[in-house]
Structures are given as C-alpha cells and as structure tokens.
C-alpha cells in the first residue's frame, strides 16, 4: 500500500514540475505572482515600524505561518487550488500566502494595536480579500474556488486574524513581562 501511495505522489510531482516547467514558469502568470509579491513585500519594507523591526517580523512570520497553514489544509482537502505557481516544490510560495496576506495582516497589527480598531480594520480587510480580491483572483486564473465560497473565505481570514493578533498580543506581554525587547 505504500509503495502505492508513494507511486501516486512521485507521479503528482513529477507532472505538476512538468506543468510548471513548461507552462508556468516565465508565463504573463508567473511574472504576475512574483510582481505582485515584490511589490507587497516592497510596501512592507517601507511600512514596516523600524522602533519594533524584529517583534512585527516575528508577527510577519506567524502570519506567513497561520495563513499559510490554513493555506495548506483547504488544497489538501480539495477546497481550492492554485493554478499557477512561482515554484513548484512549494505552494507557499503563491502570492496569497507568501506576500499578500501576510503583508496585510501584519500592517493592521502594526497600525491597530488595540483590539476595538483591530477588530473594525481586520473586519474591513477580510471583508476586501474575500468579495473583491478573490473574484479579481479568479478572474485573472491565480485562483480557483472548488468546494469553497467567498464567505468561507472572509470567516476563515478572520479567524485567522484574531488568532494571529491574540498570538502576538501573548508574546509582547510575555516579553514586556521578562522585560526583553525584540
């Protein structure tokens, strides 16, 4: 059984690189992944608190890290799908994942650090990536909803959200408490 199961994914692989190599890498697609994401990742360069630089990294990463996670069980369950990627051995890598969210997430943290103005900007965002950026995502072949919906979408990046902001939140107390400053 096994060796069954490792056949089908060795083949999975091996055509998904196929696919990738051929079809997307260096595509209008492709270079619209890697543009969107140096550009996100650019503004967050800018953006970015340079009194907090390492805390609001380490809140960049734990988003990368939840998104990407919630990311990574709704393809494993055949939710959605990406249908274009800027490398083929990982779909973190998508602009959703890697740059978009992570990004967002992280400048809403950083500008809304009480929970009340939190809440109402996180609100807004979800509200935004779910009924605009991801029909413009469909619309456009980055994206692909399978048995998922935009309201999903908003109630899963919402709860994604709190549960970044009350991770972080966890950690500055914890390290106000030990009086270490990142």
């Keep these: 059984m096994n060796s069954t199961i490792e056949n089908t994914v060795r083949s999975t692989h091996e055509a998904e690189y196929s696919q990738w190599l051929h079809h ?5 697609h492709w270079w619209a992944i890697l543009i969107i994401s140096l550009l996100f990742l650019a503004v967050f360069s800018i953006l970015i608190d340079r009194q907090r630089f390492l805390f609001i990294l380490l809140v960049f990463f734990i988003s990368f890290f939840v998104i990407g996670s919630l990311d990574e069980i709704g393809k494993f369950f ?3 799908a990406y ?4 490398l083929v051995f990982t779909h973190r890598f ?3 994942d890697f740059a ?8 809403i943290y950083q500008y809304f650090s009480k929970w009340t103005y939190y809440l109402y900007a996180h609100t807004i965002h979800s509200a935004i990536v779910a009924f605009i950026g991801i029909p413009l995502f469909i619309k456009f072949h980055l994206y692909h909803m399978i048995h998922w919906n935009m309201f999903y979408g908003f109630l899963t990046l919402y709860a ?3 549960l970044i902001k009350y991770v972080c939140d ?5 390290q106000k408490k ?3 400053d990142l």
């Design 24 to 28: 997307d890498l260096f595509s209008a």
């Design 78 to 80: 055949g939710l959605w």
């Design 83 to 86: 249908p274009h990627q800027l």
């Design 94 to 96: 998508n602009t959703v």
């Design 100 to 107: 978009i969210l992570p990004v967002m997430v992280t400048l």
């Design 160 to 162: 994604a959200g709190l």
């Design 170 to 174: 966890a950690i500055r107390k914890k």
């Design 178 to 180: 030990s009086g270490m």
